[in-house]
């Protein structure tokens, strides 16, 4: 029950409860349906020049002071001190006793160790791999409160909650990872990047700015632009978001502006826009796999004689680099510029910002729809 959850998170136990292990498992079931006990206070990466912080006095004046059993510690956020299993990263591909098997063949690894039965991880510390390709586990696993506190988008703003919601200008050149360890991963160069209206200056590659993005909890990119595109992306630390965008029964949105190599035909146009056969990556059983689809139908306009906007509605991997390829085209330029109704407005290339309040109405309707009982059951990536 709520109460019973939130007598757990602030170290009371209920005279009715015999349990104590019963009522910490029902308290992690209740993560789709908002809870919060997860602390990444003593989880973030501590190095500066990543830009992770743990200080605790920022962290209390922020999220609420976690050790009070008074009623205002309920907007702050416990820490599971006992982590989360690690056979349950693969709470989304496989069932318990595959994942179990993957873990004794030794093909999952921690930190880049080969992983044990039983072992623990945590949100923000730990990177889990399956056969050396990284696995997002704090999407799925990570507790969450039911309702995101809104932003504010004015000059040096900062989020007034425990989640960060930004909207990212990605100039082309930019990895869509959060790996630290890969060059141009998307967080070293926030953090060379200016908020938006702020006035003092444009992207540095050499130089972290005063006022990049630094965000204190680990973030993940919702769906990805490849290396060579540019455009609009949200990074976020809700673990629910991208998975509310991506994999919601109500598919979202998203437009392009593409320019190809020569002159557009208008039987092609309808082709695209009625769809064409390609062949992508998928996952699907926690296994990369090769899946031949025609894509679903599409709003395409031509712009000019090269270059034409499309709406989609799926987001397969490369999809519209493919598109092009059956027709003999090459894409030259790829850019993003709307998602579910979120534009780049107030953004210049390489700055970010805080999502508006209006904006953070879309995401919070997203959020309110999404039912991950629900979802689809295949990612594109």
């Excluded at 996952?283 to 599409?298: I, M, N, V, Y």
Aim: net charge positive; glycine share 6%.
């Amino acid at each position: 029950s709520l109460s019973e959850a939130w007598c757990w998170m602030n170290n009371h136990v209920p005279n009715n409860v015999k349990d104590h292990g019963s009522c910490r498992r029902q308290l992690m079931i209740h993560n789709n349906k908002g809870f919060s006990s997860s602390n990444y206070n003593h989880h973030h990466f501590t190095s500066s020049s990543h830009g992770y912080n743990n200080n605790n006095n920022e962290y209390s004046r922020l999220f609420g002071s976690s050790d009070s059993s008074s009623s205002s510690s309920s907007s702050g956020v416990e820490e599971y001190e006992n982590g989360v299993r690690l056979n349950k990263c693969f709470r989304s591909s496989h069932s318990r006793r595959q994942a179990d098997a993957l873990i004794e063949a030794g093909r999952v690894n921690v930190n880049g160790k080969v992983g044990t039965p039983g072992q623990r991880v945590f949100p923000g510390k730990d990177i889990v791999t399956l056969d050396g390709k990284s696995v997002n586990w704090e999407e799925l696993n990570v507790l969450l409160p039911t309702t995101p506190v809104t932003t504010n988008s004015s000059n040096n703003s900062k989020p007034k909650s425990q989640f960060s919601y930004i909207k990212y200008w990605k100039p082309s050149g930019v990895t869509c990872t959060t790996d630290l360890s890969i060059p141009s991963n998307i967080i070293d160069e926030l953090q060379h990047s200016p908020q938006a209206g702020t006035g003092t200056g444009s992207y540095d590659k050499y130089q972290k700015r005063s006022n990049g993005f630094n965000p204190r909890n680990r973030v993940f990119t919702v769906g990805r632009l490849d290396k060579d595109s540019s455009g609009l992306i949200f990074l976020t630390s809700d673990g629910r978001l991208p998975n509310a965008i991506s994999r919601s029964v109500f598919k979202r949105p998203k437009i392009y502006q593409v320019k190809v190599d020569y002159r557009l035909k208008e039987s092609d146009l309808q082709q695209w826009r009625d769809g064409v056969v390609i062949t992508t990556v998928s996952q699907r059983d926690g296994q990369s796999k090769p899946l031949t689809a025609k894509t679903q139908p599409c709003e395409v306009q031509q712009t000019s004689h090269t270059e034409f906007e499309i709406t989609l509605m799926e987001g397969r991997n490369r999809q519209i680099r493919r598109m092009c390829d059956v027709l003999g085209y090459r894409v030259r330029d790829l850019h993003r510029i709307e998602v579910t109704d979120i534009t780049l407005e107030r953004l210049t290339p390489g700055s970010w910002d805080y999502l508006s309040p209006n904006e953070m109405t879309i995401i919070n309707n997203i959020l309110e729809t999404y039912d991950p009982h629900h979802s689809t059951q295949e990612t594109y990536y």
